[in-house]
């Protein structure tokens, strides 16, 4: 087993998660690249976001032996894939899906306790995430849990 590599930061400790921005700004300053065990290498300023979504070369979308169509492809791979999706994301595709979201997204929201403390990735952008995309796709509510 290789050697570990030493962490940056620990994204998923408290002091992080009780103030993200600011944890985040400060990483941008201190550490503008860094590594977790949690999440891999992190980058931290737009500048360096840009210049890795844009060098397929150096940085390689190809991250498993299974295929992912087209996000785990690299240009000009995923080039035919992108033009066939890219249609069902067009302004006018999503003005028609947009109530559908509003939907299910109202409906969380009235299930949450008001007055409550509420973990919002267990209690509604998980939930929210799975639902619409088995809207989207048209497939049954019942896969949701399942995403």
């Known amino acids: 087993m290789p050697p570990s590599r030493p962490q940056?930061?620990?994204?998923?400790?408290q002091d992080i998660l009780a103030d993200q921005r600011a944890a985040y700004d400060a990483m941008r300053h201190q550490c503008p690249v860094a590594y977790s065990d949690l999440q891999g290498w992190t980058l931290f300023r737009h500048r360096d976001v840009v210049d890795v979504l844009h060098d397929p070369g150096?940085?390689?979308?190809?991250?498993?032996?299974?295929?992912?169509?087209?996000?785990?492809?690299?240009?000009?791979?995923h080039t035919p894939f992108r033009r066939l999706i890219e249609p069902y994301f067009e302004a006018p595709a999503m003005q028609c899906f947009e109530p559908t979201c509003r939907a299910i997204a109202a409906e969380l929201a009235d299930g949450l306790q008001a007055g409550r403390e509420v973990e919002c990735m267990d209690a509604f952008a998980r939930p929210f995430a799975a639902r619409a995309q088995c809207a989207f796709l048209g497939w049954p509510e019942s896969l949701a849990p399942a995403l």
Not at 8 to 13: G, H, K
Not at 70 to 75: L, Q, T, V, Y
């Open 8 to 13: 940056d930061w620990l994204p998923a400790s």
């Open 58 to 77: 150096t940085f390689s979308n190809s991250a498993s032996r299974h295929l992912s169509v087209p996000n785990g492809m690299d240009p000009p791979e």
